[in-house]
């Protein structure tokens, strides 16, 4: 049986921790003054701070990405995955195709759509230093498309569903509060309900604001650019932080709507205006290219998944690493608190092994089509000179998809199409974000106020406009590293904290019981039956004289 204090949720009317959103939003409307004030010493520090973490850390985002993905399977894999999430009878609360719809928008469907031309025709132009492989031939192709899937498959699934997990274990199983210091008690005890569990509680802000803040910068830097080519709109930064504004007006009504109403239905759509978009692309496209690319790059992607995720500064180059895989383990990291708690909140009543293997395996293997399509339609586009994408990507990585639908028939309506798809992919999961920070700093309440709910989307919205004033991309970039790397700290806690939780569950550890052999448990049942009811026979001796 589960072992549950209460019922998750009960605490919906739970105050709000007047310490942790005083000292969270102070420090985000610090950093908004910095950047409005004083924007040349924001960018200098931004600059530096992240020459040091990459030059020091490095090392430490590549090894704890790894093992996220190797802790993963170990647990799918392990007599854990029986454990349901919930009492041993609950069924999962939403349908399969609502839970992956939900889990997909908000993981990462932005930089989906914001990288999947622009990365790998960079790498094509550039490959990655590791491959020793030449520009703009069929070898960097490959490149390209085996380092994208890297960066988008087991990798970020994994970090989403370590805290993920730890989350949904903690608030369904164990009855605890929907707040990641909670499921901290069995390494911090009661501590985790002090000054330490604050401390979680600010880091996962934080990284969640700014995480959240980089997604609505690309967003707009995207949107911006698809205005400017449909309708003739210059892509000024006027323009992006009159984008900014809207998007987060569009995400704060969302969110105030509700789980069950704004962020299902926008994540469903999300998913369907994307299948479209892709078919699109697939058939009119070079549809024989695209089928040849899907085997080989996954292919590519397999048999060099080791000597990828073993990269160190040591024998590749800091800067590209800094630029692509480091900023990609600390973007996926800076997500995981919201994303963690956003799939941990709708992921009630399923198995751990369906759980991970639905995490992982689902969202990856629907990356990897994607990529091969959009990714494959737009190198064979660049190789055979229908359109120089290298160029439309050094003008701006976010003109990049325009460019290749420019390529192909009705561009004009597919361009629409792609700027409502980035603007739906950042409400969803923007609106996430402002539901999981109104439930961190209101004791874990599985339904924050509204108003809170409105003041976190506000502040998303400055940060992500301060950073792009500060420096653009590169800012968004640097910002997202550096409050990623305390926060490894705490999700490798929580990996211990979530297997100590897990080994003494019930499911994991039945009680013993009493077991007998099959002859003793046979004679013992027979003298019972003789003794209650002897069979005809035995009555007949019974009954004879002398």
């Known amino acids: 049986m589960s072992e549950q204090v209460e019922e998750p949720g009960a605490g919906a009317n739970r105050p709000v921790d007047r310490v942790v959103l005083a000292l969270s939003a102070g420090?985000?409307?610090?950093?908004?003054?910095?950047?409005v004030l004083a924007r040349g010493s924001l960018a200098v520090a931004g600059r530096e701070g992240l020459a040091w973490v990459i030059s020091t850390f490095g090392w430490f985002f590549v090894v704890a990405a790894d093992a996220f993905v190797v802790l993963s399977l170990v647990i799918a894999a392990s007599r854990f995955g029986r454990i349901r999430l919930g009492a041993d009878d609950d069924e999962p609360e939403f349908s399969t195709l609502a839970w992956v719809s939900m889990m997909f928008s908000t993981g990462m469907g932005i930089g989906l759509v914001f990288y999947a031309v622009a990365e790998p025709i960079e790498h094509f132009a550039v490959p990655p230093p590791a491959t020793g492989v030449a520009p703009n031939t069929g070898a960097a192709g490959a490149a390209?498309?085996?380092?994208?899937?890297?960066?988008?498959?087991?990798?970020?699934?994994?970090?989403?569903?370590?805290?993920?997990?730890?989350?949904?274990?903690?608030?369904?199983?164990?009855?605890?509060?929907?707040?990641?210091?909670?499921?901290?008690?069995?390494?911090?005890?009661?501590?985790?309900?002090g000054v330490l569990g604050r401390v979680v509680d600010l880091l996962a802000v934080f990284a969640t604001v700014f995480g959240s803040a980089t997604s609505l910068g690309l967003g707009a830097l995207q949107v911006a650019a698809g205005l400017g080519l449909v309708t003739r709109v210059p892509d000024t930064v006027a323009v992006e932080l009159v984008v900014i504004a809207a998007l987060t007006l569009a995400f704060v009504v969302s969110a105030v709507s509700g789980l069950?109403?704004?962020?299902?239905?926008?994540?469903?759509?999300?998913?369907?205006?994307?299948?479209?978009?892709?078919?699109?692309?697939?058939?009119?496209?070079?549809?024989?290219?695209?089928?040849?690319?899907?085997?080989?790059s996954v292919g590519d992607y397999l048999t060099n998944l080791v000597f990828m995720s073993t990269r160190t500064g040591a024998f590749s180059d800091p800067a590209w690493l800094g630029s692509w895989t480091i900023f990609y383990w600390a973007w996926w990291i800076s997500w995981a608190p919201f994303v963690g708690i956003f799939i941990a909140r709708i992921s009630r009543g399923r198995t751990v092994r369906q759980f991970v293997t639905g995490v992982l395996l689902v969202p990856s293997g629907a990356s990897v089509v994607w990529f091969a399509i959009m990714g494959g339609s737009a190198l064979r586009t660049q190789a055979t000179g229908t359109r120089d994408l290298v160029a439309d990507v050094r003008a701006g990585t976010e003109r990049a998809l325009f460019g290749l639908l420019e390529a192909l028939p009705l561009a004009g309506l597919t361009s629409v199409l792609a700027m409502v798809l980035v603007a739906l992919f950042f409400v969803t999961g923007a609106d996430s974000a402002a539901l999981v920070l109104g439930s961190l700093t209101s004791r874990g309440t599985l339904r924050p106020r509204r108003w809170l709910v409105v003041v976190w989307g506000v502040l998303i919205g400055a940060v992500a406009a301060v950073l792009l004033l500060a420096g653009g991309l590169d800012a968004l970039q640097q910002a997202t590293i550096l409050v990623a790397l305390p926060f490894v700290l705490v999700m490798l806690v929580l990996a211990a904290a979530l297997l100590r939780d897990m080994a003494r569950d019930p499911a994991v550890n039945p009680p013993p019981r009493m077991r007998r052999s099959g002859l003793a448990a046979a004679v013992r049942a027979a003298r019972s039956y003789e003794e209650e009811d002897p069979p005809p026979v035995t009555r007949w001796f019974h009954r004879r004289p002398g």
Not at 27 to 35: M, N, P, R
Not at 274 to 291: D, K, N, R, S
């Open 144 to 193: 390209a498309m085996q380092y994208t899937l890297f960066h988008w498959t087991l990798h970020p699934w994994s970090i989403y569903a370590v805290v993920a997990l730890a989350l949904a274990y903690s608030t369904f199983r164990k009855g605890r509060e929907n707040r990641l210091s909670a499921a901290f008690r069995p390494v911090l005890g009661a501590r985790a309900d």
């Open 27 to 35: 420090g985000v409307l610090a950093v908004v003054l910095w950047g």
């Open 260 to 296: 069950h109403r704004g962020i299902k239905w926008l994540s469903t759509t999300n998913v369907v205006l994307a299948v479209v978009l892709m078919i699109f692309v697939f058939v009119v496209g070079p549809t024989v290219y695209t089928l040849e690319v899907l085997p080989a």
